[in-house]
């Protein structure tokens, strides 16, 4: 399994407990390692995507108790005792959240491999303000780089997901 | 559309095919982080890991390698550097530039690879790259393309004697004659530096299992037979005993191809009997590859009425330190360097150069975004000097509908000049374009120096033509299950552009059995079925015709079991929405296959081929032509210097639409992608090093760099040669951007910058705020 990547020893390690989807985990994690490398590599979930490990791109963006989170330089010891979002608890179930469904209507992915960070980054706008602006969708989504440029795509998909969920009566009760 | 209303005031109405298309194949799982790219792949049993040895001098001597400080760390297994090179058939050419996948001699840029180290850990791997004591000797390196192609530079590979990586013209006509008529003639040398493809997965990482008689590989790429062939021809085993599998790619853009590190990965597989990973870092990947810089020099002759006469053009090209596409890019430079104007007398020649940079790669538009933004900026300079507007210029002077390449006369080409005939009317898709900005395509009237606002406004207008796609051959294979699903085998990697849509969407319309009962196949060469790989805007011509044509097979093979069950004459059935029909009865596929004998198999296998010389770009492979138009209004802020995209429209012909919304993706994508290379993208050397390899320094397009003022036209004008009559779209719009932008500076503060990317910096020398740059 990918866990072999951080077979080299260390010198200090900690006890993290931690919440991920509704679902408990704990062990001991090297203090110097990355909450990317604890949801990727101990806790198996790859939907989070390894990028420029530089808190620039935004491909790794979990979210931390609710609030958007580059989880390549966020050490996995600060999390102990936290609730995390990551992409594959986006949705309920089947039922795909209104930011993914209007990411797949509008084609605002292309490779892919930003998709997760741009929805969770999403994601989190539309739960403090359901009716965002262009330009405020731009500032809110300044660190999730798209090289595919889909960005056109991304703007209407946030500005379609935010209409539905005013017409649900607000963004609360998914993700 | 209440949805269109809301992107700043759309005025580019979407075709029904928006509404009614079913979702491309590959989101659900992208949206939902199911879709798996390599790092997310399972580790073969046993797996070790890999990390690289670089050289942090961008030309350098190596005296000595030394590894036992290295190797005497625990969990290290092996190493491969020059020294440990022997038990190896390294040759991957005869040419020396090319000969070796580790440095022998010398370093010739810098991050060129040393070697590699494999470790029972990645991290112990990383460490023990560190404790490689590598003593380099340094020299003076060389960083562009004019300076190595000096007569006295030192060559960078000594055997070659000097610097020239490549050269080619195309000419015809009499250039001299031309000038010689000429009532103007306008100069302008126009530059584009080094850009980075900077995908957001990393470029190189590879996986690699020789440990039995197969050659087994993983690895993002966006040609599975490339990376089968290389190998093949490197260790001397029979292609057929490698084995590539491609899950999905995270961005190519031209980036992601066979590697001298997954080479070295293969050999430490065999040498360790144990299957390798190597995860490039992000700072690795930006010493993959980057796009060829260019130098265009262009000379124009022109009669009083706007009517060109005579283009001769020198570009210089930068292919850094190696030269795996130059013969490619070097005839592209020359082929682009006329762009999408008619000229009677036509003297075009391109010059590669060996330099000690990253090595240039394709590069979306490979070749050809350079001299278009050369050409385009020198033809919109020649149009203000006549004091002509540009719609008009263009109009007048751009190839016209039913033209070919060559106007007429004797040709002086290294590629072929036949081509096929323009199929569309420029005037009329430049009028379509500007108005998608609310303009006439007219030259802005100025205020006064003196009554100069902070913000001032420019439009700028450009095009481009390109040949339809490259040359090559794709083949595919369509089979019925028994459970009425239709599996589409085949090896184009979907790097984005929706491929695996395509192919879906394609196998649906040719069957008429529904896009829910295709299964398309990931890419695996185990299959055989070879494909020149997902680039040069080909897939939807190339493999999007070997996908028709096996499903034109299959389907007359289904007609035909049709008939044997359920009587008449196979002609006389017909499939729809996965229904066979005759005279009233009505059998579903699903039934059909189920009533087969079970050792009965409805298959259908299919082929295209598009030949001709990869030399001819625009040449004698050239089965259509692709145009693209970009109209763009910017604000620019005299103050600090700031450009602000406010209004963009783009334009290209489809044919026929396969997926509107990928097709769209691929246009809004191609810009957004230029606007980079315009606005803030610049690969820096100084002082023998590479100074921004890094994602803080290195600055990407990002949201709110996009004006929500977009619009993208793509027309259904003209049928193509693919399937339904589609043609190739993603490489139209990428390089209307710098020139279209470059353009719009010029008619809004009246000075025309002549270099990418158009910093504030640049805008603020240019309006005498700050002094002239030093050479």
Excluded at chain 2, 86 to 115: K, M, Q, T
Excluded at chain 2, 460 to 467: K, M, T, Y
Aim: net charge negative; hydrophobic share 35%; with cysteine.
């Amino acid at each position: 399994m990918i866990g072999s990547e951080l077979r080299l020893q260390t010198v200090q390690t900690a006890p993290v407990s931690l919440m991920v989807n509704g679902q408990p985990w704990s062990g001991d994690v090297p203090v110097e390692e990355v909450l990317l490398d604890l949801i990727r590599s101990r806790i198996g979930l790859t939907g989070t995507k390894r990028g420029c490990e530089s808190e620039v791109c935004g491909a790794c963006e979990v979210l931390v108790d609710g609030a958007p989170v580059s989880s390549c330089n966020f050490l996995a010891f600060e999390a102990n005792g936290r609730e995390h979002t990551t992409i594959e608890g986006v949705a309920d179930g089947d039922q795909l959240h209104p930011v993914q469904e209007a990411f797949i209507r509008n084609v605002a992915a292309q490779c892919g491999y930003c998709t997760s960070g741009q929805i969770m980054s999403a994601v989190a706008l539309l739960r403090e303000n359901t009716s965002p602006t262009y330009e405020e969708i731009a500032q809110w989504m300044v660190g999730n780089i798209c090289r595919c440029g889909c960005y056109p795509a991304i703007a209407r998909s946030i500005m379609e997901a935010g209409e539905e969920l005013r017409a649900k009566g607000g963004a609360n009760g998914q993700g | 559309m209440a949805r269109d209303e809301r992107r700043g005031g759309s005025r580019v109405e979407e075709p029904e095919l928006a509404r009614t298309e079913r979702p491309r194949v590959d989101l659900r799982s992208k949206v939902t982080g199911q879709a798996q790219y390599l790092e997310d792949l399972p580790e073969p049993s046993n797996v070790t890991y890999a990390a690289t040895i670089r050289s942090p001098y961008s030309h350098a001597e190596i005296v000595s390698i030394d590894v036992s400080r290295a190797m005497a760390l625990p969990g290290v297994l092996g190493v491969l550097t020059r020294d440990q090179l022997d038990e190896y058939e390294l040759n991957l050419s005869p040419e020396p530039w090319d000969r070796h996948f580790v440095c022998i001699d010398r370093a010739r840029f810098d991050g060129d690879l040393v070697g590699m180290i494999v470790a029972e850990d990645l991290r112990t791997a990383r460490k023990a790259a560190e404790l490689v004591d590598v003593e380099y000797e340094i020299l003076p390196p060389i960083f562009s393309a004019a300076e190595a192609l000096a007569p006295d530079a030192p060559p960078i590979y000594e055997e070659k004697g000097d610097n020239e990586a490549a050269i080619s013209h195309m000419g015809w006509g009499d250039v001299d004659a031309g000038f010689a008529e000429a009532d103007l003639v306008v100069e302008g040398t126009f530059t584009c530096p080094s850009i980075f493809h900077h995908p957001i997965e990393p470029c190189m990482s590879v996986i690699a299992d020789w440990t039995s008689d197969v050659i087994e590989l993983w690895t993002p790429s966006n040609n599975a037979f490339d990376v089968v062939d290389m190998n093949a021809q490197v260790f001397g085993v029979q292609p057929e005993q490698v084995r590539v599998h491609i899950p999905y790619v995270g961005g190519n853009f031209g980036a992601k191809h066979w590697t001298r590190e997954m080479l070295v990965a293969v050999a430490l597989s065999s040498k360790l009997g144990r299957p390798v990973k190597y995860v490039a870092m992000e700072e690795e990947s930006f010493l993959s590859t980057a796009r060829h810089a260019m130098t265009y020099k262009g000379k124009v002759g022109l009669k009083a009425d706007g009517t060109v006469v005579a283009l001769d053009v020198d570009v210089d090209v930068d292919t850094g330190s190696r030269a795996n596409t130059t013969e490619t890019v070097n005839g592209q430079a020359t082929s682009t360097a006329r762009g999408a104007y008619s000229v009677p007398n036509l003297r075009a020649r391109a010059r590669s150069a060996f330099t000690n940079k990253v090595s240039a790669a394709h590069f979306r538009n490979t070749g050809k975004s350079q001299p278009q933004f050369g050409v385009e900026m020198l033809m919109d300079q020649a149009a203000r000097e006549l004091g002509i507007d540009p719609i008009d210029f263009k109009a007048k002077n751009l190839q016209q509908r039913g033209q070919g390449l060559a106007a007429s006369g004797p040709r002086n080409s290294t590629g072929s000049t036949s081509s096929a005939a323009l199929d569309i009317d420029f005037p009329t898709i430049m009028k379509m374009t500007v108005e998608a900005i609310g303009w006439d395509g007219r030259a802005s009237q100025h205020p006064s120096e003196e009554s100069a606002e902070r913000f001032v406004r420019g439009r700028g207008l450009a095009v481009s033509l390109r040949r339809g796609s490259a040359n090559g051959v794709a083949s595919a294979l369509a089979v019925l299950g028994r459970d009425g699903e239709v599996s589409i085998s085949h090896n184009a990697p979907d790097v984005g552009g929706g491929e695996y849509t395509m192919i879906s969407v394609v196998a649906s319309r040719t069957l008429g059995i529904p896009q829910s009962q295709i299964r398309v196949g990931e890419t695996d060469t185990s299959n055989q079925l070879r494909y020149g790989g997902t680039s040069s805007q080909r897939t939807t011509v190339h493999m999007g015709n070997a996908v028709n044509d096996a499903c034109e097979h299959l389907k007359t093979e289904i007609l035909r079991a049709a008939a044997r069950l359920h009587g008449g004459r196979s002609e006389e059935w017909q499939i729809d929405d996965g229904v066979l029909q005759r005279n009233g009865t009505r059998v579903t596929v699903t039934d059909l296959v189920r009533a087969l004998p079970e050792s009965e198999t409805l298959r259908g296998s299919g082929f295209y081929e598009q030949s001709g010389s990869p030399q001819g770009a625009g040449g004698d492979n050239n089965n259509y032509w692709s145009p693209g138009v970009a109209a763009v209004e910017i604000e620019i802020d005299r103050q600090s210097g700031d450009i602000r995209v406010v209004k963009y429209a783009a334009l290209a012909d489809a044919g026929t639409i396969m997926h509107y919304h990928s097709a769209r993706g691929q246009i809004e994508g191609g810009a957004i992608l230029g606007l980079g290379s315009t606005l803030f993208e610049e690969v820096h050397y100084a002082e023998g090093q590479l100074l921004n390899a890094d994602p803080f320094q290195y600055r990407l397009p990002q949201l709110g760099d996009v004006p929500e003022d977009f619009q993208t036209i793509i027309l259904e004008a003209e049928k193509g040669p693919g399937p339904f009559g589609a043609k190739g779209i993603a490489n139209t719009s990428i390089g209307c951007v710098a020139p279209a932008v470059g353009n719009a500076i010029y008619d809004a503060i009246g000075v025309r910058l002549t270099s990418i990317p158009f910093t504030p910096e640049k805008i603020l020398r240019a309006l005498g705020t700050l002094p002239p740059a030093e050479e």
